[in-house]
T-cell receptor, first 112, second 116 residues
């Protein structure tokens, strides 16, 4: 069974640029959630996708957007990058049962 | 609305000593509760979860936690610390029901140091 994978592992961008992060969900999981973890903090919920539709959103501006594909993989897009967007971005997949969410290794984004 | 408070951002114990990491939650609906561990430069690994039923939950690596509704707590314990337990630990709360499709609210984390 393949776990949750994310790419790239590290990324450096400059302020104002756009970035796309990718996530492949665990086999059999149809729900993907994205979290932002700033240095020294707990993860903060960005949004969730279920069957290719957004299924909930946290307190993040519209320049954070996403997609889910028919194979349940997902993308997180961030436009007009700001310095405060520097963080570890975590993807978590789940199957909609009480089994919890399973996290990938994350993408470390640095905005200069 | 839900929230999680982890008491103590840093906890240091000696190898072989008891580990106790504290978590209190606030939830307007019956909660599901989770503990995750994060090793440096890695994602989160699920240690254990409480959904319904038995309030004492056993997880991986010898950890366990007890759901105490009257105290709104879900403290994580391990009888004997090992050097490999050094990591960041996060408590999280989700809403009962379809937790796979509910956002998790995380605490700010507790960094556990294990001294030889």
């Amino acid at each position: 069974e393949t776990g949750v994978t994310q790419s790239p592992t590290h990324l450096i961008k400059t302020r104002g640029q756009q970035v796309t992060l990718r996530c492949s969900s665990q086999s059999g999981h149809n729900t993907v959630s994205w979290y932002q973890q700033a240095l020294g903090q707990g993860p903060q919920f960005i949004f969730q996708y279920y069957r290719e539709e957004e299924n909930g959103r946290g307190n993040f501006p519209p320049r954070f957007s996403g997609l889910q594909f028919p194979n349940y993989s997902s993308e997180l897009n961030v436009n007009a990058l700001e310095l405060d967007d520097s963080a570890l971005y975590l993807c978590a997949s789940s199957s909609g049962t009480s089994g919890g969410q399973f996290f990938g290794p994350g993408t470390r984004l640095t905005v200069l | 609305a839900q929230s999680v408070t982890q008491l103590g951002s840093h906890v240091s114990v000696s190898e072989g000593a008891l580990v106790l990491l504290r978590c209190n939650y606030s939830s307007s609906v019956p909660p599901y509760l989770f503990w995750y561990v994060q090793y440096p430069n890695q994602g989160l690994q699920l240690l254990l979860k409480y959904t319904t039923g038995a309030t004492l939950v056993k997880g991986i690596n010898g950890f366990e936690a007890e759901f105490k509704k009257s105290e709104t707590s879900f403290h994580l314990t391990k009888p004997s610390a090992h050097m490999s337990d050094a990591a960041e630990y996060f408590c999280a709360v989700g809403r009962q029901g379809d937790t796979g499709r509910r956002a998790l609210t995380f605490g700010s984390g507790t960094r556990l140091q294990v001294q030889p």
